[in-house]
């Protein structure tokens, strides 16, 4: 069978997400620059021995072609990449986790500093007074005394070009191996260890993240790959990876702004959650419920301009249509119906919200609205929905308007529930759906079943279309891509409590 080699690190904490193993309490100190990505493995054996399956296979250079792992990461933008980049440096530098094993590590770190350079400096707490294996001699160098060798300068490098991001360089220093993609790297972490400086697992866990959020928003390059809100978290983010009570559980910790508690209401569905913040309502309702497609224009209504003059010079006469509009090059078009819903999003009384899908596939939102605008919500979604097919015909079932175009198709059905509105894909979706209530001290939630996530990957395809190097398509490419990693997890549930500014957030791996 053919293997494949890939990067060890980029394994790592998929790794231990799927792994068996006890936390460690062990503290060594590794000399990591601060970087916005920071990963450590405090108990390298722990580790070792929680790796499994393919992602062993993956971190050993051992997977097959065909693994379903390995077609995840390529699914992956990020991960394509990673490895046309890795193929380039593995003649210089042909690791696998079989190599790093052989060094009899008792802890392992890892700092990512620049993304769009890939500048990576990679720690090893090795016991061992001599390598089992040779390192590419390079040009030798010294910093502050500290011998190392340059093989090949990265792009952060001066000198280094964009044909290959990640250079070469490393060093031996009391008992650690540092091993960089840059020149600049590897001083940096030189000089953490030269002051000694240094950190140990962020958090209890088999692997523990540090996360710099103020600067990870500003990287471009991490932004365009990885989705990110616009909520209130702010400086940096612990996580780890444990095993609780036969579960994998990821803890988070954090600071930001406290929201208000979340609501909760019936969780027996394919997904449901709900969003402390504004942030996302808008989007969500409009391409999960008001306009369900893959590309959604800001202005979506096209333009009516007047009638040519009868009298002057006319260029084109006998083009003017009386039953369509003007659609000249360069003409603004409209937004429409959207200014209606503008003024919907800022006259919500509270600004969290609610999504459901059911295990039909029936979607809700759920938002606070009161009784007296009842009117003005309805009457933009029949303003939407005329857009987009024409005459809208209201229906009843029981106490939910059930909204209808065409042959009598249902297109929308909204039903109140106390202070709160229900909007969903049909009566059904909404039916029997009561009131979201307190939730004690947690400020956001969500469960997702990932059996019913993974079924519908064939209708994300044919609406996203065939996957562009240019292009990311949501679903199709990051959300499958995901997935793929976590063949055996079934269910994820997250839950996160807030006291003050300080939160704490468990994500729950359910597995076969």
Known sequence: MKTIRLPA????????????????TAAERLPLPDAPVRLVIPDAVAFDAALGGSFRAAATGEIGADDPLLSAWRQSPVGSKLEAEWSKLSSDLP????????????????????????????????????LPFGLPAGRPKTHAGVAYSLVAPGTGDPGGGDERRAGLAWARH????????????????????????GVS???????SLELDLDRLRKDRYFVREFAWGTGGDEGRVRAALRMEAGRVVEVREGRGARPAPALVFDEDAAAAGWEPGADGFALALRSGLLEPLPILADRPVPPVAPLPATAGQVSDRYLVRLDRPANQPGAQWEEGDLAAWREIAAQRPAPGWGFRVDRSGGRAVVFA?????????????????????????????????????????????????????????????????????????????????LAAARSEAGR????????????????????????????????????RRQAGEEWTERVVFATR
């Open 9 to 24: 690190a980029a394994f790592c904490l998929a790794a231990a997400l799927l792994g068996r193993g006890a936390p460690s």
């Open 95 to 130: 690791w696998t986790w079989t190599q790093i094993r052989a060094l009899q590590p008792r802890a392992i770190g890892l700092a990512l500093d620049s993304l769009c350079a890939l500048e990576i400096v990679l720690v090893v707490d090795t016991p061992l007074a001599t």
């Open 174 to 197: 009391q008992g650690l191996l540092l091993v960089a993609s840059s020149e600049r790297a590897l001083v940096a972490a030189i000089d953490e260890a030269l002051a000694g400086r």
């Open 201 to 207: 697992a962020f958090l209890p866990g088999l692997v």
């Open 369 to 449: 609205w009161p009784q007296s605008l009842q009117p003005a919500l309805e009457r933009a979604c029949r303003q939407t929905l005329a857009r987009r097919g024409g005459r809208v015909v209201d229906g009843r079932d029981g106490d939910t308007l059930e909204l209808r175009v065409g042959p009598g198709l249902p297109a929308l059905a909204i039903r109140r529930a106390g202070d709160f509105v229900w909007i969903g894909s049909t009566a059904r979706a909404v039916a029997g759906l009561a009131a979201p209530r307190p939730a004690g001290d947690v400020v956001r939630w969500a469960r997702v079943d």
């Open 460 to 495: 994300w395809g044919r609406a996203e279309g065939p996957s562009a190097p240019e292009r990311v398509r949501p679903f199709s490419d990051r959300v499958l891509g995901l997935l793929g990693w976590m063949p055996s997890v079934t269910a994820v549930a997250v839950e």
